[in-house]
């Protein structure tokens, strides 16, 4: 339903079986798949398994997006060694698949999106953010739909990599930090503290905003205990995390 919403044409499968052999005969009679869409947790043939056939018959140039609602860090290099492309989190939004296959697809933005986009966001245009995200896929994910929108991103993988990034930075080097919370040396909460406690005049200031799964009042609370200035929920949302964004603009 989502992709037919977004004007893509699609077909779907209940199985990893199913999957391997459909993706065969489209390749067969040379009408391959635009993308692979391929869920990880399932009976039989899990996404994993699934998923080194598919790729052993079909170009790299065809995209693969893993989707799960379980957290696969512990899995995610297995999954990018056999071929896998990106990750998207359950529930999926209809904004999230949009800007995950616009990825793979240079002329999906017409000239028309591009310049209502860049006039909706031109307050964001070369504003530069600290992304601290441990989990890679989802942090270049992150890094090109942030990017598709002139925004300069660098990367921190944990709190510590983060923390060390801003004290290194000339002051005002920075205009946002998106903060995940759950990593592995040091948290969102420390690193938070961290560059809050530091002796320059924009660690104070700088807007922090977290990035988590956890949207209870409890870790809202515990994040602006923190320092954070605002709590963007995972998955994330662009529509709002563009709003957080321009609301902290400078």
């Not at 390749?27 to 598919?54: A, C, N, S």
């Not at 942030?146 to 004290?167: K, P």
């Not at 592995?184 to 905003?209: H, N, Q, W």
Request: include cysteine.
């Amino acid at each position: 339903m989502l992709l037919t919403e977004l004007g893509m044409r699609g077909s779907w499968v209940l199985s990893g079986y199913e999957a391997v052999e459909t993706v065969r005969a489209a390749h067969e009679r040379q009408d391959d798949f635009y993308e692979v869409i391929l869920d990880w947790k399932m009976p039989g043939m899990d996404g994993l398994e699934t998923l080194r056939p598919i790729r052993s018959q079909v170009s790299t140039k065809v995209p693969i997006i893993i989707i799960s609602a379980y957290d696969y860090s512990h899995i995610e290099q297995e999954f990018i060694d056999a071929g896998a492309n990106a990750f998207i989190s359950k529930p999926l939004f209809k904004s999230k698949m949009l800007h995950a296959l616009q990825l793979f697809c240079d002329s999906c933005k017409t000239e028309n999106h591009a310049a209502a986009d860049e006039k909706q966001y031109a307050d964001l245009l070369g504003k530069r953010i600290l992304l601290v995200e441990d989990n890679m896929l989802n942090r270049e994910i992150a890094v090109d739909l942030l990017q598709l929108y002139g925004l300069i991103v660098e990367e921190a993988e944990n709190g510590q990599v983060a923390v060390d990034s801003f004290s290194r930075s000339e002051p005002g080097y920075y205009d946002f930090i998106l903060m995940d919370i759950q990593m592995p040396v040091m948290d969102g909460y420390e690193a938070t503290l961290a560059i809050r406690s530091m002796e320059r005049a924009d660690a104070v200031k700088i807007p922090i905003l977290a990035l988590t799964a956890n949207a209870f009042v409890t870790d809202v609370g515990k994040g602006r205990n923190a320092g954070m200035n605002d709590h963007i929920s995972k998955p994330i949302n662009l529509e709002v995390l563009f709003a957080a964004l321009r609301k902290w603009v400078a």
